[in-house]
């Protein structure tokens, strides 16, 4: 992994950086950036075009890789759907370099960018703290391990954790924007969950519940080279891209445009109050709280989910034809999660007749009555994953519920001597189907149901023991 600090500055740091700019100008080094007007500030903003960047990334190949979406065309990774994650696959190492870079630059904005600015203020430096925490949780959430340094030793997703809250703990203490705070203070309730530490998740988590509505929202700019990718694969490209499990179909596309592609790129959500409640909930159903559960959802959908924005949009043009399956369902049929489950409606939306309704932070079909009707510690763990899944949808979540990790990439064991072996190998739970199975379904024209192969979720409860999911039961 090349270090990102000398000779990175594209025609100066607040073209590269903010504007894109494509051509590298030698004559810009970092001692000749450092001493620039408010350079904390152009900086940060650099970091912030990174997030997307790295964003772009995760979300892409993570859906891909979980059985949200299925790539039903070919210009994205052909295998994950498979799932088969190799570390010489060229995604794999995208993913790692751009978590790693935006670490790189984080650290390089908090060790001598705010040394050389005596303008920066403690927010510019919580902000670096914060997004330099948020590159550790991708590390440990996405990869088996990864080095904490350039060229360093590869550490244990729990090793990044403890950085990032250390991390963390530096952005709460210089921010003072309170809703800044809370989305810091949700982000260390995720690292608690992801390292099963109950107590702890549940003390950050219930604080955050105090801001329900609480939203943190990367934007993107379809001017300069940072668009929303997931948006063009959604919506924005002329040729159908992904295509969403079948049962998943009412809340795609998440991210669209009505205006002109490169003015009208969607933010991606990626804190969001409904987290604290989807944590809580896991905790009280692990803990054999059924009653404290069902409270939590049902607050959830009506204090969170019922508040959130629902949009009305002409979407006439999908056809889901990208090629690799020209059987998806093009008009609103009913559903089967998996060959056991009753018929559903509602699920399949009808584009060609009508505007659709679309929940461009969070949506779920999961209803105060469906709650109710869960009487055992299983069925509300279901509900608590399907929601996780239905409200997380193009944010890039869901393969992690699965307990898929990637490994480290062949790139990064050329170049440095500490990767092991073991570091090569991704994590794919046994259970996990393959040859396409999470993708999979079956659509009888003649009956209008489309059946799929597997609803994960009901796969997850089965393997809740299996020590790749579930933090809280193992």
């Not at 559960?293 to 056809?319: M, N, P, Q, W, Y």
Request: net charge neutral; aromatic share 8%; charged share 20%.
């Amino acid at each position: 992994m090349k270090t990102y600090i000398k000779n990175i500055f594209t025609a100066g740091i607040a073209c590269i950086l903010l504007a894109g700019c494509a051509k590298d100008n030698p004559n810009i080094t970092d001692e000749v950036y450092l001493t620039t007007t408010n350079v904390s500030t152009t900086w940060l903003t650099g970091l912030k075009r990174q997030m997307a960047l790295t964003m772009n990334q995760v979300i892409v190949n993570t859906e891909l890789v979980s059985d949200n979406y299925f790539n039903n065309r070919t210009l994205s990774n052909k295998v994950f759907d498979i799932p088969q994650i190799d570390n010489f696959d060229l995604d794999v190492n995208n993913i790692q370099s751009a978590i790693q870079r935006l670490r790189e630059m984080s650290e390089y904005g908090l060790t001598t960018v705010v040394n050389a600015d005596k303008s920066t203020t403690p927010v510019q430096k919580a902000e670096m703290y914060f997004i330099n925490a948020y590159a550790h949780v991708l590390s440990g959430e996405l990869f088996t391990g990864l080095p904490g340094t350039a060229k360093g030793v590869v550490l244990s997703p729990a090793q990044h954790y403890a950085i990032a809250i250390t991390a963390l703990d530096q952005a709460i203490s210089l921010q003072t924007n309170a809703t800044e705070k809370a989305a810091y203070t949700l982000l260390k309730a995720r690292v608690y969950y992801d390292l099963g530490d109950a107590a702890q998740a549940k003390t950050f988590a219930t604080s955050v519940m105090a801001t329900p509505l609480l939203l943190k929202q990367q934007a993107f700019d379809g001017q300069n080279a940072a668009s929303n990718d997931f948006q063009t694969y959604l919506f924005s490209s002329t040729t159908n891209e992904f295509a969403p499990l079948p049962r998943l179909d009412f809340l795609d596309p998440k991210y669209y445009n009505t205006g002109t592609v490169a003015l009208d790129q969607k933010p991606v959500s990626y804190l969001k109050g409904e987290e604290a409640y989807l944590i809580l909930a896991e905790i009280q159903v692990s803990t054999g709280d059924l009653a404290g559960t069902k409270t939590t959802l049902k607050s959830l959908l009506t204090d969170v989910i019922a508040k959130r924005t629902i949009v009305s949009l002409s979407d006439v043009k999908e056809t889901r034809n990208g090629g690799n399956r020209n059987d998806y369902p093009l008009t609103a049929v009913k559903v089967k999660f998996d060959e056991t489950d009753v018929e559903r409606s509602g699920y399949v939306l009808d584009r060609k007749t009508a505007n659709i309704n679309i929940s461009t932070v969070s949506g779920t079909k999961v209803s105060p009555t469906d709650i109710d009707a869960a009487t055992t510690q299983d069925a509300l763990l279901y509900l608590v994953y399907r929601m996780r899944q239905e409200i997380f949808i193009s944010e890039g979540r869901r393969m992690s519920d699965l307990g898929i990790k990637f490994p480290v990439s062949q790139t990064e064991q050329l170049n440095n001597p500490n990767v092991k072996p073991a570091d090569l190998v991704a994590q794919i739970p046994s259970f996990i189907p393959k040859n396409r199975g999470m993708d999979d379904f079956t659509n009888n024209a003649v009956s209008g149901v489309v059946t799929m192969k597997y609803d994960m979720n009901k796969v997850l409860v089965s393997n809740k023991t299996a020590k790749e999911i579930f933090p809280f039961i193992n």
